[in-house]
């Protein structure tokens, strides 16, 4: 199985903590608190944003007053999170008959990370503690009452969660008896009684991986052995023993997505693979007799990797396919889905459009709609009637018209690698003016990339005047096996210059004053950044760090207990210290080691009990820039992790940096 997702990246298994996690006034604070700038730095840096503004940071990045819309099973009942005075985020259920409205979870200090329906009568949420990701799954009635945590252990991560459907079991992997490995369990949502399924004892060679059925019988599993090699172990449903499938290297994809429930053949399978192509495809595959069917669907350009399947009342056929290319694709394959997506696409046009919930009977579909200049809104289509209604806009201040184009982009790297992006364009770009660029790597690195579509960043810089780049430099995912391995051990280096090359583009395009260029990011952005200020210094006017890494030999050091698996692949990643030459580069491209080659200003931001990028990475970088009398403004928050997810806490930041790019565009 692809495993390239596996580890520091969005798509990635929850990720514990590594840390402390201060919650209490009475616990030590992570990190170094000496550090952290007081409210009078931060306000200073927040005033500089100033200007006849039509949009606040408010409209951009206060919560919508209603989010997270879903119908019920039965299709009796909505639900929605909807925010109060206090910038809560509650869920409440409407009875769609009645018209009664119910507050069914309550968000009290901690935030509820996801919730959804387990049946008409039943949901869950998940939840962590000041964003330590230590996340548990919780369910309660939909009044409220019957509120059980379904994983009450201390310390666990929460990996995989399935609903079985159509019984009170859900089956979930953690890391209950060791931290270093998943072992997968029944719960019973109603009583909270757990049965463990399978047994992972092997630390050296864990199973990393379940393959569940639809009625949640284990037919299989991936070991990661010796932390290199993947073996799939299939069922044989006559004898019952688990027989070597697929031996692989871990960055070959083999990915089993779902049974085809569809056919009398139980050993057939929806698999997303790579083994025999650059791109990954989909197919349909004889698990029994290792052998493809035939090929669903391929992409030349993009990878493809993702299907939906109707439920039960249409016999599971497959409804479509999905990918991300230029922008977001969906290829219809069922009649029933054909007829939405003709009813859709006539009536949204080149807007995307996604369906995110459904009864089971498929009778009302909930679906967003989005554009790169338009946030969201829901609506409710009646498939029997085939018309559409307007359920929320989930961001009513912000005007289509105002906002800014995101342009796909196209360029060639230094070394003749096709380089895709993005960049968003405010409109006196479009008008001829010059105007200031902001680079925005992601993170990751591997296996992810920027898409297509509205990106609240983007859109309150442009509210600016400030276009944003977004490179999918080589390590990013969706292109291609080849294009992501030969940004393999190039992290700080040629990943930079396909960043630097993407600069380069936009200036030749004549939109971007070369003299204001700012450099931003998250995670790995947040290392690009402090790379790029060290890399190019001529380049940028200014940084910002967002939780990222510092110094990779201290990164590699604090690794959670279940990333260590993943050891000799990361190392195959970005370097391996264990060798001489590669921890020379390595040294070379920890941006605390190289201090004295930053000249411009940098903003550092950090949660305090983030799991994968400890806060020692951003204190290391601030007490070593002031240390040779570089002064760094330092935001810290204690109640946050890898990002911030609470309203205030997001506000501030973005505020603060719209004032330090302000402060230093204008110089």
Known sequence: MNLNSKIFGITQVVISTIMMNAQSTNAKLPGDPALVSNKATIDKLINYDKGNFKYKVEDYFARPKASQFKISPDGQYLSYKEKDKDSKNHVYVKDLKSGKITKALVEKDDLIRSYGWLDKKRLFYTQDRGGNENIHLYAADIDGKNLKDLTPFDGITLGMVRLVKDTPFVIVTMNKNNKQIF???????????????????????????????????????????????????????????????????????????????????????????????DKSRIVLYDLKKNSIIKEI????????????????????ELDYISYNGIKNETIPVSNFYKTIHDKLSS?????????????????????????????????????????????????????????????????????GLRIHGYITLPKAALEGKKVPLIVNPHGGPQGIRDNWGFNP????????????????????????????????????RKAMDDVEDGVKYAIEQGWIDKDKVAIYGGSHGGYATLMGLIKTPDLYSCGVDYVGVSNIFTFFDSFPEYWKPYKEMVKQIWYDLD?????????????????????????????????????????????????????????????????????????????????????????
Do not use: C
Not at 207 to 222: A, P, T
């Open 183 to 277: 072992e997968p369990y029944k719960i019973n949502f109603n009583t909270g009684e757990t049965t463990q399924l399978y047994e992972n004892k092997d630390v050296n060679s864990p199973i990393d991986d379940y393959l569940f059925d639809k009625d949640g019988n284990l037919r299989g599993y991936s070991i990661l052995e010796n932390g290199l090699t993947t073996k799939l172990y299939y069922k044989d449903l006559a004898t019952g023993k688990f027989n070597l499938l697929k031996s692989t290297d871990w960055k070959d994809g083999f990915n089993v997505i779902s049974f085809n429930d569809n056919s009398k053949n139980k050993d057939e399978a929806y698999v997303v693979t790579n083994l025999d192509s």
């Open 297 to 316: 669907y391929s992409n030349p350009t993009f990878d493809v990797s993702s299907i939906s399947k109707a439920g039960k009342n249409r016999n599971y």
């Open 347 to 415: 009536e949204f046009g080149d807007k995307q459009f996604s369906i995110v919930s459904s009864d089971d009977n498929n009778d009302k579909l909930l679906v967003v709609v989005d554009s790169d200049k338009l946030y969201g809104k829901y609506y409710e289509y009646d498939t029997k009637s085939k018309t559409t209604k307007l359920l929320f806009d989930l961001m009513p201040q912000l005007k289509e018209e105002d906002m800014a184009e995101m342009r796909p982009i196209e360029f060639k790297s230094r070394d």
């Open 457 to 492: 960043e983007t859109q309150l810089f442009a509210s600016r005047g400030y276009a944003t780049l977004q490179v999918n430099f080589r390590i990013s995912g969706g292109y291609g096996k080849k294009f992501q391995t030969s940004g393999y051990k190039q992290i700080g």
């Open 579 to 667: 060798n001489p030459e590669e921890a020379k580069i390595a040294k070379e491209v920890s941006p605390v080691f190289q201090i004295d080659k930053i000249k411009k200003p940098l903003f550092v931001v950090q949660g305090a009990n983030d799991p994968r990028v400890n806060i020692n990475e951003s204190d290391q970088i601030v007490k070593a820039l002031r240390g040779k009398g570089f002064e760094v403004p330092y935001m810290v928050k204690y109640d946050e992790g890898h990002g911030f997810g609470k309203e205030p806490n997001r506000l501030e930041f973005y505020k603060s940096m719209l004032g330090f790019f302000a402060e230093n565009f204008n110089k």
